[in-house]
């Protein structure tokens, strides 16, 4: 394909392709690890690429009142957590004239999401709530579904219809005819009264039946997952205000002797994956019997933070209410950095807000308010930049800074929530003032599961073999038992 059609492809999307695995194995999974059947996805989606620049589209090569009308953004999560990709459908009319710029629309918002979350998969909604027969445009809706099927692999989770008017049944019909057998099982027809199957009311509009009062607006772009940064100490909430003075400042002091322990340890470790005994503190005694097990870690070009992807609170039951994230400086320079989240409301962080000197770990303590409970859907998001060594690294420095520095030079790391009914999570929490790290990684449990299959496997050999002595033995028995009786019957007619 590449010598016949070099041409008609963008070089940066061949060697992306040359170098990104994860990109080729959707490719692969998207058409069921069939290599020509993925080599002709390969060669249409790259040549599509080159034809819309998808490379190049960016907010300066679209017209603003696209943007401005609302009809296409993301915002939310699903119940399975997977990012909403809305589709308002009473904005957009048919026009030929614009219908090359609103594809383009599609495909801005396709990559600038594909870029900033590494590909992770949609759900679509079209919210047709108010919608008629000028509404239908089969020309637009077969370009969405094409980028679905044959330019962006295994991006699609579902695709979720609101209310779709009953004069609209003949025209999807006919797109269902254009979607594969994959495709059209990620169908949901939905209502008012089922719609919070597939998404919780915190992230559905009251006209769909919930209570986000999320609205769009433009400029800036929307950006709606990280809004809000958190103050140094997090939001304080009505229903947080029982805590008192000194439990924060309890808390604090919990937070510096871990930074303290922390920092004792970092000289010991030869990398961030591994962590030594803990010294002795003076009022905590850290002394692990066992080296404690490697952690995943994300290693940035500014700061490692560890864990890598997945924050882990216990459920109400449980009562884990803190994890820990760490970072640390791989720069010579000092790095900003700051924390944002999805629900504010939720959490404290501890710093949301400050600077990690060079070479050295930092801790934050993230912290659930009182009759909160975590979701699947919470997001964080750590931003780092590097400072010059000038800069000083006060809070007016780093709201100067933070206002200067370009969005190129800002290195960004999500985290997601997760909730475990296990009294001892997987991944960085605090507890009883020591490191709770995980006894049990996916890893183990899979290492764990093949293993005990492979004794249920021997266990079965071992019954099948003891059955079939069993039935031999029952054969045997009944030839000795026929034979002793012939005997007996010969010398019994011999006698007479």
Known sequence: YFLDKSDKYDSRDVERLQQDDKWVENYLIWRHDVVDDTLKMIDESFQWRKEYTVNDLSESVLPKWLFEIGALFLHGYDKEGYKLFWFKVKHHTRDPKQQLDKKKLVAFWLEHYAKR??????????????????????????????CFTDYYPNFLTKIVIFEMPWIMNAAFKIVKGWLGPDAISMLKFTNKSD?????????????????DSFKYSYPPLVDDDFQTPLCENGPITSEDEHESKEEIDADTKEAGELNEAQNLNQKKMNSIEQISKSEETDKTEVKPKNAK???????????????????????KETGEKKCLIVLTNVTKNVVAFKVRTTAPEKYRVKPSNSSCEPGTSLDIIVSLHGGFAASLQDRFLIM?????????????????????????KVMEHRLRCHVIESSK????????????????????????????????????????????????????????????????????????
Request: charged letters at 15%; aromatic letters at 10%; one cysteine or more.
């Open 117 to 146: 979350d590494h590909g992770k998969p949609l759900t679509v909604v079209f919210d047709m709530a108010e919608t008629g027969i000028s509404h239908i445009d089969l020309d637009f809706v077969r370009f969405i579904v094409n």
């Open 195 to 211: 719609v919070q199957e597939y998404i919780s009311g915190e992230y559905l509009p009251p006209h769909m039946g919930g209570t």
């Open 293 to 315: 097990k490697a952690l995943t870690t994300f290693k940035g070009p500014l700061l490692h933070i560890s864990p890598a992807e997945e924050l882990y609170f216990g459920s």
């Open 384 to 408: 780092a930049a590097e400072m010059d060594q000038s800069s000083g690294a006060g809070v007016p420095e780093l709201t100067q800074f933070w206002k200067e520095v370009p969005r190129t």
């Open 425 to 496: 999570p997987s991944s960085l929490s605090l507890k009883d003032n020591a490191f709770n790290i995980p006894a049990k990684t996916n890893e183990d449990l899979h290492i764990q599961l093949t293993h005990l299959l492979q004794i249920n496997k021997r266990l079965e050999e071992q019954m099948n073999r003891c059955l079939w002595f069993q039935q031999l033995s029952v054969v045997l028995s009944l030839l000795s038992v026929t034979v002793a009786a012939f005997c007996f019957y010969l010398a019994y007619a011999q006698g007479s």
